[in-house]
Structures are given as structure tokens and as C-alpha cells.
């Protein structure tokens, strides 16, 4: 007997409505789930919503309602959610379940039996005026890496490097605004750096996506430091023996895994030790901004405590919407339920877009035109084009049978290759590559129908026509059976259509193969796909401009920062510089490595610039300098000045004179 295999998704927040970023790891995942089982595999597929962390605290509190309301509301959107989008999890838990507690405090307890966790004293942003301590996003302030304007977890406006608690700097209360201070107290830490020889191990035998895994490696060959996973809340999951402790959302998170695994196999009568504590293969689905998570931390924890650990972790590209950055606040964003489930589009057809537009680990962009041109030319025009003239023409001619004739062997090797390089395709998770095999193979079915003529046939030699047909509809079968996984409430429907008996989900890809037989009953023929009409594309694209207009008039309300006096603006050392060198920082899909001349001497700077600007075409380039900010390490690479730059919609633009000016000349 084969080893199970468990298949997760990287959790959904429960603190906010599903939007179309979500969907790059779910709908992926559930295709991947669906052809495990057309391989006659024994998988479990698990989810569920996290339900802890500061922002759902802060949110909640905002509203005026208990986290665990705010999160039960999200709870159930998701579930809605996949549900219409058929995405089929055998459980879709909830961290806050005593399943995730009792588990999350099992598996602390033997990381401290084992060594791996110990107390540490450490000074912590405290707000006099809410007289609590400030953990993640009730704290703000500096980054102590690079200087930006940081939150408490995360330097979101800068570096983008996860902060521990305490190292953030001039921190501000976010609650009421006031200047924190700092205060000592006894937090817990995971030790992390002690697995460095074993992550390098790992994850040279990790599979998945080379970009999570790449990724993994660099972090891990620079310095790993102990993570503090204890927060002063009183939301989440009690630190075993500590009564105003609970434990980091990055702890529970992922431990949700192994809990709504326990939960399933207790209401299946199955040992949840099978998929984790045994030679199983668990394989995560996460988002391409989680991989630090799911490719160190969790599997250092899961060695720590004595589990099994991932065999493959499936990392997702991000997302653009019509050629411009995801952002929620900027309303450059597709919410699923609002913007589409509840206008009436079909779930199948964005399952077909997000699976065929591009490979996992790529960035997709999605605009309505796309969506609506990929709908009218690949599904409507070749797909169902093919399905429906097949079925009509053998209904029509054939007495709604199946005609006899022998199989054109040509087209059974056609879909045996097919199915060969689907499978194969699924195996390696490039959805794209497997969609793009079964198109190909509608293709070349409108082509064979085409050059074979059966309505000149059917006139002359029926027989002839009838082998023609029979061939045709064993295409169509195939079709169906090999999209199944990506479309499978529309193949359901064509699958009746068809006249085949069962339940298509559960037909193995190697019925494919398996001849259409003779006589057999067909059903009646009906559109599959309908085209989306220009109409109907200028609609949603309205509502989408809408949202972006009104979040734009929004931002133009800008808060009010405290006014500085001329001595300090003075104090800032500006000077023209150009730029000598610039390079990739390997590992960093965000920073640039620059040495800019400033007249007196070449400073060496790390920019956050790489996803607007190309090295090769910044070397000449002049531009403003900040030369007299404290220096920064980002990766490693000290950062000698800052370079200045316009945020235009999320891009950024480097300020530049409007005239060639002498290299160091002072900007006032």
C-alpha cells in the first residue's frame, strides 16, 4: 500500500473578506487534490482559518466585537467561499478549535522538554496611557535595519525583514498614538539558529517550486536568529505555565495543520500518527510571501518536536491586477464573492484562468478583458466549440448513439500522450503546462473533425462517417476526463451530455483510453460555455474603476504630520549623486545593490527598487541622496545613504534633477 499523502493550504486570515490573491493557492491546490485521486492516490486535503495574531484583535476592537465573532463571521465567508468555488477540503478548521490548543500546547511542551525553547528578559515597547505592552501591529515606529517607518512585525515600508518584538525603534502606541516606552520582561524564544545544518540539509531534498526553495537556502546561509514566540495578548493560545502569555500566531498557525488532520481522522476512525508521524508525503500550498514560514520555521519546529516533515512545499506567484500592483488600500482589488460568485460568473471559468494563464511560481495579472477574451477564444471557441459539434452531429445522424466503427488509432495515441504528459504535468505542479495539453488536444480535435468531413461522408459512406464520429466523441470523452480537476462542475455537466454513466470526479485519467462503445446512448446536446459579451465586460470593469477612483479620493485626505521647524529640515544632508555601479542582491527579490558617487566620495546603498528599475539602466543615472542617515544591514550589505523616491501607486520613482547638475551639488 502506497503512502498516504496530505495536502495543505496555507491558512486564510480570518480577518477580512477572500479576494483574488487568495485564490492562487487554493483553486491550484484543489486541482492538484482532484488528480491525485484520478492517479488512484490516497490523499487528504486540509484547511482552515487562522484565527489569532494582533491585526484580528485590532480589527475586532475597531468594530466593537470579540475576536472570536469577527473571526466565526470570516470563518464562514471563507468556507462559502470555496464551497462556490469548489474547492473541496475533507475539513476546513479553525485555529481557535480546542483541537489547535490542546496540539499547539503538546508540541511547545516538547520542544522545551527538548531544549529547543528557553525564557530570555528583553525590553518591550509598553503605552503608559493604555498601560498594556504594545506586541506587533499596536506598535509602530522605525525600522532598526533601515530607518523606515516600520510596524511592529514587519518593516512593510523598507526592507521588508520580519522584526522581533522589541527591536523596533521610537515606537508609538497605534491605539491612542502616544510615545511608548520601553519595559523588560520574560519572553520565549525558539531556537532557530541551532538548525542551520540541518535546514541545508533539508532543503536540498525539499520538493516543489525551486523559487520557495531557493529562497529558503539563502535565508538560511546567512545568520538565523531565535524567534520570540510569545506575545502579551490575551487572544490565541496560552503559553504552557504562563497565565498572561500566549504563543506567536507563526507557532499555532501551522501546527492548525496537524489539528484538523487530528480532527478528521477522530470522525473517520483513522490514527492521525499515519500523515504525522510516519513516512507520509505532506506537500503545502502557500502563498510565494509565507516560503520563510513554511520552509525554516515550521520545519525546524516539526524536527524540534519529533514530526514528519514536508516533503514539498508549492509556493504561488503573486498577483497584479490590470498591469498594477495587488493593493487592497489603493482598491486595486477583485473581491471573489462580491465581484464575481455574486454576479452570476461561473466558479469553472476563473478556475480555468488562474490555472492556465501562467506557471505556479509567476506572476499573474488579471484584468476582465483577459479574463472574458481567454473565455470566448480557448473555452467557447475551441473547447466547447469541438464538444458540441461532435455530439450534435452524432445525434443528429447517428440516432443520439454512439456510431460504430473502428477507432482511429492515431487518435488513440494522440490521447494517450495526452494523458501522459497531463499526469506528468501535475506530478511537477505546472498547472499551465497541463492545462495547456488538454487545449492542444481540443485543438486538435476541431482540426480532425474539420479534415475528415463527416458531413460529406454521412452522405456517401455512413460507415466511414460513423468510425469518423466514434473517434471525435472518444476525444470529447477524453477532454472531459482530463479536465475534470480544473473544471468540475462544467465537466460533470458534459460528462452527462456524453451519456457516460458514474460520477466523472471519480473516473481514473486512464478512462481516457478506454473506447466509447458502440450503440451507447447519447445525451442531449447543450451549451457549455456562453460567451461573455462586451456588455458584460465593461460592467464589472466599472466597478472595479469605481472602487480604485474611490479609494484614490480617500488617500487624497492625507493625516496631518507635526510640523518641523526649518533647523530641523536643515539638518538633512541632500546632495545630488550618480550612479557608478548597481547589481541584484542574490536571494532578494526586492533590493538593488548600487555605489553612487557623491562628489567627495562613493557611498555604497541598498535600494528596495528592483521590481521598477533594471541595474543596467541606472548606471548614469543621477539622483537625490540622503548621505547623513545612520548606516543599515539589509541582507547583510551595509547601506551607506538612502536614496529618494516618489511613491506613484505603489511604484517607486527616483527623484532626479531636471538638468544635469556637478555630481554632489546640495539639494535646499
Not at 65 to 88: I, M, N, Q, T, W
Not at 177 to 193: C, D, P
Request: proline share 4%; glycine share 8%.
Amino acid at each position: 500500500m502506497s503512502s498516504p499523502i496530505l495536502v495543505t493550504c496555507g491558512l486564510p486570515y480570518a480577518n477580512g473578506p477572500c479576494h483574488l490573491g487568495h485564490l492562487r493557492t487554493y483553486v491550484p491546490a484543489d486541482i492538484y487534490v482532484r488528480s491525485l485521486r484520478k492517479m488512484g492516490r490516497d490523499v487528504l486535503f486540509v484547511c482552515g482559518s487562522d484565527a489569532h495574531g494582533t491585526p484580528i484583535v485590532v480589527n475586532a476592537e475597531a468594530q466593537g466585537v470579540e475576536p472570536k465573532a469577527l473571526v466565526a463571521k470570516y470563518h464562514r465567508h471563507f468556507d462559502e467561499v470555496f464551497k462556490g468555488l469548489g474547492v473541496d477540503f475533507d475539513i476546513f478548521g479553525d485555529t481557535d478549535d480546542p483541537a489547535c490548543h490542546n496540539r499547539t500546547q503538546e508540541m511547545v511542551l516538547a520542544l522545551m522538554e527538548g531544549g529547543h525553547v528557553y525564557p530570555k528578559e528583553i525590553e518591550l515597547a509598553y503605552c503608559p496611557t493604555c498601560q498594556r505592552f504594545l506586541p506587533d501591529r499596536y506598535v509602530e515606529g522605525e525600522c532598526p535595519y533601515c530607518g523606515k517607518h516600520a510596524r511592529g512585525d514587519e518593516c512593510d515600508m523598507g526592507c521588508g525583514r520580519h522584526l522581533e518584538p522589541g527591536e523596533i525603534k521610537n515606537a508609538v502606541c497605534k491605539v491612542c498614538g502616544g510615545k511608548a516606552e520601553y519595559r523588560k520582561q520574560v519572553h520565549y524564544f525558539f531556537r532557530l539558529s541551532q538548525f542551520k545544518d540541518f535546514l541545508l540539509k533539508y532543503l536540498e531534498t525539499l520538493g516543489g517550486t525551486a523559487s520557495a526553495r531557493n529562497y529558503a537556502m539563502e535565508w538560511v546561509r546567512q545568520e538565523l536568529k531565535d524567534w520570540c514566540i510569545t506575545r502579551n495578548m490575551s487572544w490565541g493560545v496560552k503559553f504552557p505555565g504562563s497565565s498572561d502569555l500566549v504563543v506567536y500566531v507563526w507557532v499555532d498557525a501551522p501546527i492548525g495543520y496537524i489539528a484538523f488532520t487530528e480532527e478528521w481522522c477522530a470522525k473517520n476512525n483513522v490514527d492521525w500518527k499515519r500523515y504525522w508521524k510516519s513516512d507520509s508525503r505532506i506537500v503545502h500550498f502557500i502563498g510565494g510571501d509565507i516560503v520563510y514560514h513554511h520552509c525554516i520555521f515550521w520545519p525546524s519546529m516539526l524536527k524540534g518536536a519529533g514530526y514528519t516533515l514536508p516533503s514539498a512545499v508549492v509556493a504561488s506567484g503573486m498577483l497584479k491586477i490590470d498591469d498594477k500592483k495587488f493593493s487592497k488600500s489603493r482598491g486595486n482589488v477583485i473581491w471573489v464573492k462580491e465581484d464575481y460568485l455574486d454576479k452570476g460568473l461561473h466558479p469553472d471559468l476563473l478556475r480555468y484562468y488562474l490555472a492556465s494563464y501562467t506557471a505556479h511560481n509567476k506572476e499573474v495579472n488579471f484584468s476582465w478583458k483577459i479574463f472574458a477574451d481567454k473565455v470566448n477564444t480557448e473555452l467557447v471557441g475551441a473547447f466547447g466549440n469541438f464538444l458540441n459539434r461532435a455530439l450534435t452531429f452524432a445525434v443528429k445522424n447517428f440516432e443520439a448513439r454512439v456510431p460504430h466503427g473502428e477507432m482511429d488509432q492515431e487518435v488513440m495515441e494522440r490521447i494517450e500522450e495526452t494523458t501522459k504528459d497531463f499526469v506528468s504535468a501535475m506530478e511537477e505542479y505546472e498547472f499551465k503546462k497541463a492545462t495547456d495539453s488538454v487545449m492542444s488536444l481540443a485543438d486538435y480535435g476541431n482540426t480532425y473533425f474539420q479534415s475528415h468531413e463527416p458531413w460529406k461522408l454521412v452522405k456517401g459512406d455512413k460507415a466511414r462517417a460513423g468510425a469518423v464520429l466514434r473517434s471525435c466523441l472518444q476525444i470529447a470523452k477524453a477532454l472531459v476526463i482530463l479536465m475534470d480537476p480544473i473544471m468540475p462542475s462544467k465537466m460533470d455537466f458534459a460528462w452527462r451530455q456524453l451519456g457516460l454513466e458514474g460520477d466523472v470526479s471519480c473516473k481514473p485519467f486512464q478512462d481516457a483510453l478506454e473506447p466509447m462503445i458502440a450503440g451507447q446512448p447519447l445525451g442531449r446536446p447543450q451549451i457549455l460555455f456562453s460567451r461573455i459579451e462586451e456588455a458584460t465586460v465593461q460592467g464589472l470593469e466599472r466597478i472595479f474603476l469605481e472602487r480604485v477612483e474611490k479609494a484614490e479620493a480617500e488617500g487624497r485626505i492625507v493625516e496631518k504630520k507635526r510640523q518641523i521647524s526649518f533647523e530641523e529640515f536643515s539638518s538633512l544632508e541632500l546632495c545630488i549623486g550618480e550612479i557608478n555601479e548597481a547589481g541584484r542582491i542574490k536571494g532578494s527579490e526586492k533590493l538593488l545593490k548600487l555605489n553612487v558617487d557623491i562628489g567627495s566620495e562613493t557611498r555604497q546603498v541598498v535600494a528596495g527598487i528592483a521590481q521598477w528599475y533594471r541595474p543596467e539602466d541606472l548606471v548614469g543615472t543621477q539622483v537625490v541622496v540622503l548621505t547623513n542617515l545612520k548606516p543599515a544591514k539589509l541582507f547583510g550589505i551595509e547601506s551607506q545613504a538612502m536614496l529618494l523616491a516618489a511613491d506613484a501607486n505603489g511604484k517607486a520613482v527616483l527623484l532626479q534633477p531636471r538638468e544635469s547638475v556637478k555630481t554632489g551639488t546640495k539639494v535646499r
